[in-house]
C-alpha cells in the first residue's frame, strides 16, 4: 500500500509569488491535516480536511488556504510569499475521524523563499 | 490553551543502553491521546507509540514504552536496547477526544545513539 505522498519534494520561490503543494493521502483515508515545521516555531498544525470539508484551522494568516477532492487528495495554497513562510511542510492522512486511527505522515515539502 | 513541553533538546546514549524521554503536556481536558513520533533525518514523521487517556495501564511497542502519570501529567518515552536506528528527533504530541487530527508538538529532542 502506498504511503502519503507530497509533492514537490523541494521548491524554491520569490518573495511575492504564490505556492501549491500536493498531498496524496494513503488509499481510503479521508481525513487530510498539513503541519508546518520550522526551526524556530516548531511544527505547528495549519488545517484539517476531512470529506471535502475544513474541520479545523490553525492559527495563520488567511495567506495560508487549503482545499481538499472528492478523491481526498488535498493541496494547500500560501500566496503573497514572505521569507518567513520557509519551512518544511508535511502532510498527514488517517482513516477516520478519531484519534484512535493513526495519522501516517508524507515525507514533506520543503519550501525556501528567497 | 493545551500545551506540551519537552525540556531536553539534546541527549545521547551508548548503543543497547537505556534512555528515557520527558515530555509533560497541560491541558483541561478529560479525553485526549498522547503520541511520541519519531522524525529520522529522512524528514518522515513515523508514530512510535501512542496512549490514551483513559487507559491506566502503560502502552508498550517492542522497545519502546511510555510512564504516563495522568494526574502529573507527565508521558515520558522509554527506549530499551537503544540501536543506531533510533538516532532522530523524537516528537511528544498531544489530541484532544473530539472529532479533530489537530495534533500540538513539542519541541522535540534530538537523541544520538552512540556506536
Known amino acids: 500500500k502506498a504511503g502519503v505522498t507530497q509533492t514537490p519534494r523541494y521548491l524554491i520561490k520569490t518573495r511575492g509569488q504564490q505556492v501549491t503543494l500536493s498531498c496524496s493521502p494513503i488509499s481510503g483515508h479521508r481525513s487530510v491535516s498539513w503541519y508546518q515545521q520550522t526551526p524556530g516555531q516548531g511544527l505547528q498544525f495549519l488545517f484539517e480536511y476531512f470529506s471535502e470539508t475544513q474541520r479545523n484551522k490553525g492559527n495563520f494568516p488567511g495567506r495560508f488556504s487549503g482545499r481538499q477532492f472528492s478523491n481526498s487528495r488535498s493541496e494547500m495554497n500560501v500566496s503573497t510569499l514572505e521569507l518567513g513562510d520557509s519551512a518544511l511542510y508535511l502532510c498527514?492522512?488517517?482513516?477516520?475521524?478519531?484519534?484512535?486511527?493513526?495519522?501516517?505522515f508524507g515525507n514533506g515539502t520543503r519550501l525556501t523563499v528567497t | 490553551a493545551q500545551t506540551v513541553t519537552q525540556s531536553q533538546p539534546e541527549m545521547s546514549v551508548q548503543e543497547a543502553e537505556t534512555v528515557t524521554l520527558s515530555c509533560t503536556y497541560d491541558t483541561s481536558e478529560s479525553n485526549y491521546y498522547l503520541f511520541w513520533y519519531k522524525q529520522p533525518p529522512s524528514r518522515q514523521m513515523i508514530l512510535v507509540i501512542r496512549q490514551e487517556a483513559y487507559k491506566q495501564q502503560n502502552a508498550t511497542e517492542n522497545r519502546f514504552s511510555v510512564n504516563f502519570q495522568k494526574a502529573a501529567k507527565s508521558f515520558s518515552l522509554k527506549i530499551s536496547d537503544s540501536q543506531l536506528g533510533d538516532t532522530a528527533m523524537y516528537f511528544c504530541?498531544?489530541?484532544?477526544?473530539?472529532?479533530?487530527?489537530?495534533?500540538?508538538f513539542g519541541t522535540g529532542t534530538l537523541l544520538a545513539v552512540q556506536p
Open positions: 504530541a498531544f489530541i484532544n477526544g473530539g472529532a479533530t487530527n489537530k495534533l500540538i
Open positions: 498527514a492522512s488517517s482513516r477516520q475521524d478519531s484519534p484512535n486511527s493513526p495519522l501516517h
